[in-house]
T-cell receptor, first 115, second 109 residues
Framework: EAGVTQFPSHSVIEKGQTVTLRCDPISGHDNLYWYRRVMGKEIKFLLHFVKESKQDESGMPNNRFLAERTGGTYSTLKVQPAELEDSGVYFC?????????????FGEGSRLTVL | GENVEQHPSTLSVQEGDSAVIKCTYSDSASNYFPWYKQELGKRPQLIIDIRSNVGEKKDQRIAVTLNKTAKHFSLHITETQPEDSAVYFC????????WGAGTKLIIKP
């Protein structure tokens, strides 16, 4: 069975440009999460989808970030325009069970470097 | 806001020795405490978890202990091996997972 896949694995862009990250969760997983880790710091929650609905987007830093999950399958996270502080590794994770006491299956992450 | 403190940030131990990583959480409502391991270039994976109604859980060479009164929990790895080298993340949740900053574990041959 395929795991969570993320694309691209690494993106280098100039400040002010736009980047779109994609996540394909494990098939059948209704719950999809986006996280970000800045180097050496904690993994920070960005948002949580249940199917196509945003269950919790309290971690989104500002309105330059837009996440979608059309049809409840794959998800995209767009950063527009990108700023230097947006650099980091963006992780996507999915889970079958609701609630935060079940295993999360992570992707390998998308490393974003904003110059 | 709620947070999880994780220490140390880097831990270097001799192969065969034990390693202990400690985390402290702030939200007393937290009731689930997973540990994830991220090997270099790979995805984080769950290695062990514990719920608030249990004080200790063991799985072969790894164990987790929880002290609800003090609001801290620890990961113990015994008889460390080279493949234990990785970054380990603790987390605590009641509603959403709050993560620690990670511990880079280095196993010296």
């Amino acid at each position: 069975e395929a795991g969570v896949t993320q694309f691209p694995s690494h993106s280098v862009i100039e400040k002010g440009q736009t980047v779109t990250l994609r996540c394909d969760p494990i098939s059948g997983h209704d719950n999809l999460y986006w996280y970000r880790r800045v180097m050496g710091k904690e993994i920070k929650f960005l948002l949580h989808f249940v199917k196509e609905s945003k269950q919790d987007e309290s971690g989104m830093p500002n309105n330059r970030f837009l996440a979608e999950r059309t049809g409840g399958t794959y998800s995209t996270l767009k950063v527009q325009p990108a700023e230097l502080e947006d650099s980091g590794v963006y992780f996507c994770a999915s889970s079958q069970a609701g609630g935060m006491d079940g295993e999360l299956f992570f992707g390998e992450g998308s490393r974003l470097t904003v110059l | 806001g709620e947070n999880v403190e994780q220490h140390p940030s880097t831990l270097s131990v001799q192969e065969g020795d034990s390693a202990v990583i400690k985390c402290t959480y702030s939200d007393s409502a937290s009731n689930y405490f997973p540990w994830y391991k991220q090997e270099l270039g790979k995805r984080p994976q769950l290695i062990i978890d514990i719920r608030s109604n249990v004080g200790e859980k063991k799985d072969q060479r790894i164990a987790v202990t929880l002290n609800k009164t003090a609001k801290h929990f620890s990961l113990h790895i015994t008889e460390t091996q080279p493949e234990d080298s990785a970054v380990y993340f603790c987390a605590a949740s009641w509603y959403q997972l709050i993560w620690g900053a990670g511990t880079k574990l280095i196993i010296k041959p």
